[in-house]
């Protein structure tokens, strides 16, 4: 039987059981602990603070939920960060654990030790306090895959600095919008990076973009690729020579559980990103519980492999914070999935004999076109669990990763959560949850959610509505940074303020199972990354030829979303091929490339109401090839009429 036929066959199956093996094995097999935290969520989670991690002081107290939705959770405890991921297993005696095998393009690998880290972390928290960074300062980081990002944020966490660190996918000029937002004083990056055997600079865009920031008083510099890069007198300085100056001892500040943490700015529905706020003792229970009951995790015989990118909230909580936390050892890789060959991940996981793999699933898809020979080069028995996040995952893709990847031994646990949660929220527990492909199952415990109808708010038991967060838990966020009030307006306005509004559109079945549909807002997922039509659409709009331009998610068979742009040229412009480049260029110039549209389809007008409001609504309706919704309020039907035919060609066209 063919590998196709197989799968469809197993299409049939309706839910997948954890394996009795498993289940033997698992830290929590039980289903009664459901039932134990949704009696005291508060209590439940207190526990968890408590039992899993060091506290200085311990807290007395779950939830304050005095001030509504300015939630506090543990606000008597003191810890450090740093100290819970580092100090605390080090002086268990277990510094010579390896924490990272980190594995750089061109082949080259470094462990680093637990001790090796508290090491590091410890100077250049020394560091850090030398260029004048104290607690409450914020501190910007942007560097690609490699252990310093690590040591960077941790060192943060130890003096009580605020992390806020960007993507390196993101370009200079967004590195600098969020660096201004938050009034950063000083900036951690690195020469230059490394993609697919070629370096780009990186040094010199951020100092062209950097230059005339008031805040901002040092950037600090790795160096990784060895290329030349500019460095100011007076402002500049190396990493590696403050690392060596500084004073190898650092106690970690303790710190309150509701000081912030980090800062992580994630896409809105206007143009100006949000600034998502993460405090100490919440955030650290969230990912550290999350972390260690979702995966399964067994410090002394796992190697976990979560490759998403530091500069996520994926990369925050399932690469750094959850893992260190819970003392496990980790792969950490620097590349693509296809270089230097298109078998690099199973290589990985292979060489490392990595127990748990954390993925998302446009990366399963690339690899489902690639096709199932190249991880059958591979040897991959290691593996016993897998996960997925980012975006829903299409029950083919489950069922790949299930049968080729997990050679159908391993549970899949697919995690729904956001920047904003921290932590995952709803997930199967692989030794007690029953599975269904492309369904994130039901909530952790101690989180509440529900399907709510758009318009009245009734609670849906069995159908489509809006996704909500009925009860507070200890990773939420606390704030927007320095916008309070459209913190209120974006997540608990619509059905008050003790109803936490995710912005996805979900179903529940008739198991009480939730299944994400996607956005009910205007961010669109184009491979598990969140970004906002509005941005898109500034971007866009600063090209001097560009009138106006309206941009939408289209569904994408490889990257789940990918972005359309509906542009409008000033007058007695023509449109060319090499305008659609420009326009692309403008994108990844201002936002990065990852945001860049696949599609610009040109339009003498957009639909516009009488008002003047954009209906993207419509666009989203013709670029998916469904019947067009109410074109009443439009100011001229003849508009869409016209964009119709120009999406149906592009459609020929591309076959
Ligand atoms: O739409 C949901 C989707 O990703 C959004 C959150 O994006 P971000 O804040 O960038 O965090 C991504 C990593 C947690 C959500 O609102 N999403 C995330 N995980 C899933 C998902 N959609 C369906 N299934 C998932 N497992």
Redesign the pocket.
Known sequence: MGLEQELNELLEVEKFEPSAEFRAGALLSDPSVYAEASADPEAWWLRQATELLDWVQEPSQGLDASNPPFYKWFADGRLNASANCLDRHVEAGLGDRVAYHWRGEEGEERDVTYAQLLADVKRFANALKGIGIGKGDVVGIYLPMIPEVVVAMLACARIGAVHNVVFGGFSAEAVRERMEFSEAKALITVDGARRKGKTAPIKAPVDEQMGDLASLETIVVVRHTGIDCPMQEGRDRFYDELLEAADPECPPEPLDAEDPLFILY?SGSTAKPKGILHTTGGYMTGVTATHRYVFDIKPESDVYWCAADVG???GHSYIVYGPLSNGVTSVMWEGAPDYPHKGVWWENVARYKATILYAAPTAIRTFIKWGAEIPAEHDLSSLRLLG??????NPKAWLWYHKVIGGERCPIV???????TGAIMITPLPGITATKPGS?TTPFPGVGAEVMGESDGELIENGKGLLVLTRPWPSMLRTLYREEERFVETYFSKFGRETYL???AARRDEDGYFW?I??SDDAV?VS???LSTAEVESAIVHHEKVAEAAVIGQSDEDTGQAICAFVTLVADVEPSDELVEEVRAEVAEHIGKLARPKRVIWADDLPKTRSGKIMRRLLRDIAEGRAMGDVTTLRDPAVMEELERKVAARRDEEG
């Open positions: 994630t996520w909230v994926t997925s996040v980012g975006e829903p995952i697919d995690t729904w959560w956001q920047t904003e994130a995710v912005g996805d994400v996607g956005r997922n598990g990354h969140l």
